[in-house]
């Protein structure tokens, strides 16, 4: 029994879900079948050039990708499968670049439904895809969407990815008073005014409350029901709790107020109805200052910004200029973990499709894909612009309308003359008179011609001249014997009249005239004088 080669080779795969199914349960070998690792659902091929002989190696290592939301670099890892008797075991995975224990890799979890309003977040950056896929270990955060306190989260705010499954059910959002019309037993919703300091929602929904604000919570209630009842957890100090004054709000306004917070303040506010039921807002004050942002952009960035300023809670408001769209996000807040809500925008020179041109007869003469910058069209000789011969790049970076096309000016068939025919058609094809096209007529040998026997189409789309006509008659029939013709034609037109006029002593037999005829013939045929003795 040969010793199996330790080999290994390296395979590039990107893993949704390492189920790493090895079909090998027929193989009899000393070595492994190859691996046959089916990954998403198509089999991995090794590199080119790499082993081919499976049943030689004790070990596959690959590189995999972890999955990870949209937004995420997926992180990667080094997996390695064994061979251990006659079977692949595994995949057993570690971080790259990093000397730890292969572990085993354990299953995903999958949001595929995206709970009703709420905000899910992950690394702190909040998440706006569905069916994303979290690596296990993977931790996400979820609050109700803001404004804070008009819903109230039912559940637990964090939730972990453990193969395969989350640590908790997934929470919901219960909507509050203002939301049910101050329904009894819905909770109350409390608003947060903050008419000095700053503050921020944390993605587990906890406001991050800057130190020295002053913060008003209002309990929304109906005073004529009964009075609520604010409680906290803070050991730190009594608040002032009571119904508004104004006339406005005092009715429905339960208010609890912090002046000045400090850190000891924080702590969990609770609104308690009469009837028992609660609605909370957690704080968290803390003296966090996020980086200056004027460092991190300059003049050749484009961008203009309006900064509140760098404290918790305040923002950033950026633009660009005409011509440049934002990348990224407009607004950026100062929050609890230092950092900006997202990272600093970018302006982009506003841009129009390239216009690809397929149509071989139109030209593109000029092609500026700058915002006001424009694109003009021309049709090739013989052909006509259907649509607009230039297009102006839009701020929205779209072009200002469709691109034309090209069609061919043709001239309508020619009528064909009566008792006429063509002789000879030069065209674009059988029934194509595009400009160019000649046409030459002749008339049938009893009919004469009158116009121009050859015509041409021309750029108009319009004939040179109309197609010419063909008139029928008679050629001159000769003299008759022993008498002249009235009138004396080489050309008749059919119905014109001969008058035959005998010499003396010669009678013509006829009572009528003989007329000319469209075929060309007369009637009656014409005849000869004869001799009046004869008669
Ligand atoms: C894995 O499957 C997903 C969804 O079917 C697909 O978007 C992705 O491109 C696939 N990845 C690979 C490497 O085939
Ligand atoms: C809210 O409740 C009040 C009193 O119960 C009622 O008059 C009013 O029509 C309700 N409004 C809505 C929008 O349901
Ligand atoms: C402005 O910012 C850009 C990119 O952020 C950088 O490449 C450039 O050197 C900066 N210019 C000045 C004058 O600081
Ligand atoms: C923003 O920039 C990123 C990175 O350069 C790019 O991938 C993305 O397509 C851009 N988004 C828009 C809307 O232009
Ligand atoms: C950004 O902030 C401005 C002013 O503070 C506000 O009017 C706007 O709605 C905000 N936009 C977003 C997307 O939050
Ligand atoms: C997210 O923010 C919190 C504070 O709000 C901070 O403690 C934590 O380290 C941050 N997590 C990450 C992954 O940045
Ligand atoms: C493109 O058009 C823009 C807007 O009209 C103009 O400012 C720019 O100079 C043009 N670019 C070129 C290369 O002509
Ligand atoms: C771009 O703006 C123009 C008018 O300003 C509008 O007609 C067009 O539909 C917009 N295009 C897109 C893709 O939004
Ligand atoms: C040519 O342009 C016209 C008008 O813009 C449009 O109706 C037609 O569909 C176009 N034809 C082709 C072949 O693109
Ligand atoms: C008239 O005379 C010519 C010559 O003799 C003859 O060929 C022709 O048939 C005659 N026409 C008629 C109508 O008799």
């Known amino acids: 029994m040969a010793e199996p080669r330790f080999y290994t080779t390296l395979l590039l795969a990107i893993l949704t879900f390492v189920h790493g199914r090895l079909r090998n349960s027929e193989w009899k070998g000393s070595g492994c079948p190859p691996p046959g690792l089916t990954l998403n659902g198509s089999k991995v091929v090794a590199r080119p050039g790499s082993i081919p002989d499976y049943s030689t190696l004790a070990e596959v290592k690959f590189s995999a990708e972890l999955p990870a939301p949209a937004a995420f670099i997926p992180e990667k890892r080094l997996c390695k499968i064994k061979c251990i008797g006659g079977r692949w075991v595994g995949p057993l995975c570690r971080r790259e670049q990093e000397q730890g224990r ?13 709970p009703l309003h709420l905000v ?78 700053s503050a921020s929602v944390e993605p587990s929904g906890v406001l991050a409350v800057f130190p020295g604000s002053i913060l008003h919570l209002e309990c929304l209630f109906p005073r004529k029901v009964g009075t609520p009842d604010w409680t906290w957890t803070s050991s730190f100090r009594q608040y002032l709790t ?87 996000t407009a607004n950026l807040t100062c929050q609890a973990s230092g950092e900006w809500s997202s990272r600093l925008p970018r302006c982009e020179p506003i841009l129009c499709p390239q216009i690809t041109n397929d149509d071989s007869h139109l030209t593109i003469t000029e092609q500026n894909t700058s915002y006001g910058g424009r694109v003009l069209f021309k049709c090739a000789w013989g052909f006509k612009l259907n649509g607009l011969p230039g297009l102006e790049c839009e701020l929205n970076g779209s072009w200002s309308g469709l691109v034309p096309n090209c069609t061919r000016i043709q001239c309508p068939a020619p009528v064909l003359p009566l008792h006429g025919r063509v002789v000879e058609e ?104 004869t001799d009046y003795r004869d008669v």
């Not at 909040?126 to 996400?140: M, Q, R, S």
């Not at 789309?461 to 009138?487: A, F, I, M, R, T």
């Open 426 to 529: 030069a065209t674009q094809g059988a029934g194509v008179y595009g400009v160019g096209a000649v046409v030459q007529f002749a008339c049938l040998p009893h009919a004469r011609l009158t116009g121009e026997a050859s015509i041409v189409c021309t750029e108009t789309g319009y004939w040179s001249q109309p197609p010419p006509l063909c008139k029928p008659g008679c050629e001159y029939p000769g003299e008759p014997e022993h008498g002249l013709l009235v009138p004396l034609k080489f050309w008749y037109e059919a119905g014109d009249k001969l008058q035959v006029s005998c010499h003396a002593g010669f009678v013509s037999p006829l009572q009528t005239s003989p007329v000319c005829l469209e075929d060309g013939s007369w009637e009656p045929p014409m005849p000869n004088c």
């Open 120 to 197: 899910l977040t992950y690394k702190n950056i909040t998440i706006t895809t569905y069916n994303d896929v979290f690596p296990h270990g993977a931790e996400i955060q979820l609050r109700c969407r803001e404004p804070l306190g008009l819903y109230k989260l039912l559940g637990e705010s964090r939730l972990q990815c453990n193969n395969g499954g989350w640590s908790n059910r997934i929470p919901s959002c219960i909507p509050t008073t203002v939301l049910t019309n101050y329904t009894d037993d819905s909770p109350p919703t409390i608003l947060v005014r903050i008419p000095s300091g």
């Open 102 to 114: 292969f572990e085993p890799l354990l299953r995903s979890c999958k949001l595929d439904t995206f």
């Open 242 to 328: 009571g119904w508004a004054i104004a006339a406005e709000e005092r009715d429905w306004k339960y208010r609890l107020s912090i002046y000045y917070t400090k850190p000891q303040d924080s702590g969990v506010f609770t609104c308690n109805t009469p009837r028992g039921v609660t609605n909370s807002l957690a704080i968290h004050v803390t003296a966090v200052h996020c980086d200056s942002l004027e460092r991190q952009f300059n003049s050749t960035s484009h961008l203009t910004a309006r900064i509140e300023g760098t404290r918790l809670g305040q923002t950033a408001v950026f633009q660009c200029p005409i011509g440049y769209k934002l990348n990224g």
